[in-house]
């Protein structure tokens, strides 16, 4: 990062919560599920696909946890009565998984099991490196019992290589990005090329194995390694997918919706929206200047 990217991102806490809603617009469809189901159904009539996510994390109260699973129930509910193309993507430690991950696994089992009876899927975020684990050992242990569960592999992570080796023979969906959260040099490779190098390493031997990708991407160099990857194994359409968040590059979103890729958009929404924004603006710090720029009454 550099050192202009450093001092925006250092400035943010400074930025007025109500300036941040503003912005946050662009990223989160709003506070409640018909504002969410709305945006769905909008992206759905341009040919996007969607996964929708009920914000938060980081719960350490139970009862919050367990209202999570209630609303992603009632989530699913919705989904199938509007009659919009979506899934959903649950984070692990907004469903209780740093109280007791006994609790966290029921709570997914509890949504895993809803979303069969719908007939819809489930994707398990992946966090920080201290919930690798435990989300990949969820993961493993439910996805025999209900088909329908996914997960995420994070390319800057030097461990994504034997992750993919360890995912179950058939019927593995994965998600394919680069990872946002900071972590050590022990943990994580560091360079933004080898990065890139990573990511394009994971996807080939996630689809040469056969899996399900999810390619969670705006790097146009990646999307370019995708399509190469494809091609030169001649995967069907219906094999793979791209993923991009609410909000970020929607050209070359539409881009790839014109030339027939499959694409679900990842609409997050609910009360909690502000960790997640300013999380948005701290990897994007050119929007993050406009935002101080703003605060500052500057033009």
Known sequence: ??????L??????LVPKGLVGRVARRYVAGETRDQA???VRAL???GAMATLDVLGEEVRERGKALAAVEEYEALFDAIEASGVDANVSIKLTLLGLKIDEDFCRDNVERIARTARGHGNFVRLDMEDRTTTDTTLRIYHALQPRYGNLGVVLQSYMRRTLDDIAALPAEGANVRLCKGI???PRRDAWKGYETVRH?????LTKLMDRGVYV????????????????????GLSPESWEFQMLLGVDEPLRDILLARGHRLRVYVPYGPDWYAYSMRRLRENPEIAHHVIRATLGLS
């Open 181 to 183: 959260y900071i972590e």
């Open 1 to 6: 990062m550099s050192l202009f990217s450093r």
């Open 44 to 46: 759905n009539e341009i």
């Open 37 to 39: 189901l709305a945006t």
């Open 8 to 13: 925006v991102v250092s400035t943010l806490p």
């Open 214 to 233: 999810g390619v969670a991407t705006h790097d146009e160099l990646l999307v370019c390694a995708a399509t190469a990857v494809v091609d030169r194994l």
């Open 198 to 202: 990573n990511f394009v390493a994971a």
